[in-house]
């Protein structure tokens, strides 16, 4: 219900193209339809013509359609990644809907932000745990190693005290972690390829929400389905984590 808006209904008896001409000043691409007082299902606006709204409307997949307003944020994109929108149950009965274009509301971009930060978070611990030996510098490029030395140095310079690791960027750590077959396997990733472009898609995503930049651009479903899987690679990034914690066997 953070980023859901109420769903505009008109009566089933409503004159068709009374209703479009209200839809196109709103811009609306669909209002609900009520019958008996009760909003049963939905017309779009390129559907109306001629007659009255009950011979244009389509009833709620139950299925795809409908989420209660209890359900999480996950549970929206899940939804939104089908149909494009979703409409909101509250007492069990159609109140409001949400359409991709209700992602970009601060909620779900601080949802978004704080899922990934933890990511990000995860990935430096496993990267201390599996490369105690900072060998992990072979396999980044050399330039990027430079960068992250630098930012090392400036923040040195400012009183801070961190390790090289702390001073990689998101990319840098999902790039070395790809090397390591344990970590794909964690995010459902077969190969090196498929696991630095996941990588580079939550990157995108994240530098879009730190700089107020629209997250659902032309690619907006590459986004949704990235989005849907966050949840589950965290606690599969987690799990992993918490092996590499676990003390080794002695002999």
């Given at each position: 219900m953070d980023i859901a808006e109420p769903l505009i209904s008109f009566d089933a008896n409503a004159d068709a193209r009374t209703v479009r001409d209200f839809m196109r000043d709103k811009d609306f691409d669909l209002v609900g339809i009520r019958q008996d007082g009760l909003v049963t299902g939905y017309i779009r606006r390129e559907d109306l013509s001629t007659g009255i709204c009950?011979?244009?409307m389509r009833p709620f997949n139950t299925g795809d359609d409908l989420v209660s307003d209890t359900a999480s944020l996950i549970?929206?994109?899940?939804?939104l990644a089908i149909n494009e929108r979703c409409f909101v149950t509250i007492l069990h009965r159609v109140g409001a809907i949400i359409t991709l274009s209700d992602l970009e509301k601060p909620p779900m971009r601080m949802?978004?932000?704080?899922?990934i930060t933890v990511s990000e978070m995860m990935m430096t611990e496993i990267l201390r745990h599996r490369y105690r030996d900072d060998s992990w510098q072979t396999l980044i490029s050399i330039q990027r190693l430079s960068k992250a030395k630098q930012l090392q140095e400036e923040r040195s310079r400012c009183g801070q005290k961190v390790d090289l690791i702390d001073c990689l960027q998101y990319g840098?750590?999902?790039?070395?972690l790809s090397y390591d077959e344990d970590f794909r396997k964690a995010l459902g990733q077969e190969s090196r390829r498929h696991a630095r472009r996941a990588i580079r898609e939550l990157e995108t995503l994240r530098n879009n929400l730190a700089h107020t930049q629209e997250i659902i651009?032309?690619?907006?479903?590459?986004?949704?389905i990235a989005c849907s899987r966050l949840e589950?690679?965290?606690e599969m990034i987690n799990s992993h984590l918490n092996l590499l914690k676990q003390p080794k066997a002695e002999g």
């Amino acid at each position: 219900m953070d980023i859901a808006e109420p769903l505009i209904s008109f009566d089933a008896n409503a004159d068709a193209r009374t209703v479009r001409d209200f839809m196109r000043d709103k811009d609306f691409d669909l209002v609900g339809i009520r019958q008996d007082g009760l909003v049963t299902g939905y017309i779009r606006r390129e559907d109306l013509s001629t007659g009255i709204c009950r011979d244009h409307m389509r009833p709620f997949n139950t299925g795809d359609d409908l989420v209660s307003d209890t359900a999480s944020l996950i549970d929206v994109v899940k939804s939104l990644a089908i149909n494009e929108r979703c409409f909101v149950t509250i007492l069990h009965r159609v109140g409001a809907i949400i359409t991709l274009s209700d992602l970009e509301k601060p909620p779900m971009r601080m949802f978004l932000f704080g899922i990934i930060t933890v990511s990000e978070m995860m990935m430096t611990e496993i990267l201390r745990h599996r490369y105690r030996d900072d060998s992990w510098q072979t396999l980044i490029s050399i330039q990027r190693l430079s960068k992250a030395k630098q930012l090392q140095e400036e923040r040195s310079r400012c009183g801070q005290k961190v390790d090289l690791i702390d001073c990689l960027q998101y990319g840098d750590k999902g790039w070395i972690l790809s090397y390591d077959e344990d970590f794909r396997k964690a995010l459902g990733q077969e190969s090196r390829r498929h696991a630095r472009r996941a990588i580079r898609e939550l990157e995108t995503l994240r530098n879009n929400l730190a700089h107020t930049q629209e997250i659902i651009p032309s690619g907006w479903q590459r986004i949704v389905i990235a989005c849907s899987r966050l949840e589950q690679n965290l606690e599969m990034i987690n799990s992993h984590l918490n092996l590499l914690k676990q003390p080794k066997a002695e002999g």
